[in-house]
């Protein structure tokens, strides 16, 4: 028995070491090996997302996908003269996808941070985004402070995650729960099981404003949280598609397109676009 546990021991540490060296080798390829030839050869781009992110990109009844991001990367691609196809993947796990090559790259409402700047590089930032609160009016909670000694939900891997788990001094929540979409989080803050919910002001406005009660909710903004950017992200190796899409999105700004797809979702007149 002592010796069968042995090797077993010395089998899940050698397989230990198979998968350490299988990772380093993935992620030293990501960084390093350019893939534009095999997107030509594709005449597509596979785009990573979350679908139910909504105004970015997310199924409506019938199950076609729409949104935001979806309109922009296909009129990028376009340009490109390449084909958007959209993978839906666990949000949690997106870098690991993307360094593994089961996608080219995330277009999602993905906000640049010093964090996924180690792991991705990112396109020009082509939307102004922040992280607000939204509490039921019904909870009499006004302001981040207010969540002291409360929970506070927000989706796994997002922005919103990495904001709370850092050095910031404004929201001290008691406990946070961490939910793979959005929509699950709105359904714990209906039920009380939370007392709010940190995310993206594109999607809180979004996603309330298309609710029977939106008027229950109070979206609170404060001035401590930093204006995040939205961007591509893609492997630190892909440096022509960095280029290629860079470019793009520029001839979208100088065209009207972006404007257009501003004033469709947003309905604001804005062209703005990362220089």
């Known amino acids: 028995m002592k010796q069968l546990k042995k090797v077993l021991v010395i089998l899940a540490a050698a397989v230990s070491l198979f998968v350490a060296a299988g990772c380093s080798n993935l992620t030293k390829e990501a960084n390093t090996k350019d893939t534009w030839s095999r997107i030509q050869r594709r005449k597509s781009v596979i785009i990573g997302l979350d679908d139910t992110f ?16 979806v309109d922009l ?14 993978q839906t993947i666990d949000w949690s796990m997106k870098e690991t996808e993307l ?34 609160l939204v509490v039921k009016k019904a909870s009499g909670i006004k302001s981040f402070k207010q969540m002291t000694g409360k929970a506070v939900g927000a989706q796994s891997g997002s922005t919103a995650e990495i904001w709370l788990d850092g050095k910031q001094q404004s929201l001290k929540a008691k406990s946070k729960v961490l939910y793979d979409t959005i929509p699950s989080a709105f359904l714990d ?76 979702w947003f309905g604001t007149n804005s062209n703005y676009l990362q220089k």
């Not at 990367?73 to 959209?86: I, Q, S």
């Open 54 to 69: 909504v105004p970015m990109d997310f199924r409506q009844k019938d199950g076609k996908l729409v949104g935001y991001d």
């Open 189 to 264: 803050l209906n039920a009380g099981r939370i007392q709010g919910i940190l995310l993206d002001e594109t999607y809180a406005d979004y996603y309330i404003k298309h609710e029977a009660d939106s008027s229950s909710y109070q979206v609170i903004i404060n001035k401590g949280v930093p204006e995040d950017l939205f961007a591509v992200g893609m492997r630190k190796g892909d440096k022509t598609l960095q280029k290629k899409i860079n470019w793009a999105l520029k001839r979208l700004q100088q065209n009207g397109k972006l404007r257009q797809i501003n004033q469709k």
């Open 73 to 86: 990367a296909k009129a990028v691609l376009k340009e490109l003269g390449l084909r958007a196809d959209f």
């Open 99 to 132: 360094r593994n090559g089961t996608i080219d790259v995330l277009w999602n409402g993905y906000s640049v941070t010093s964090q996924r700047k180690k792991k991705v590089n990112f396109s020009k930032a082509y939307l102004r985004n922040r992280q607000v």
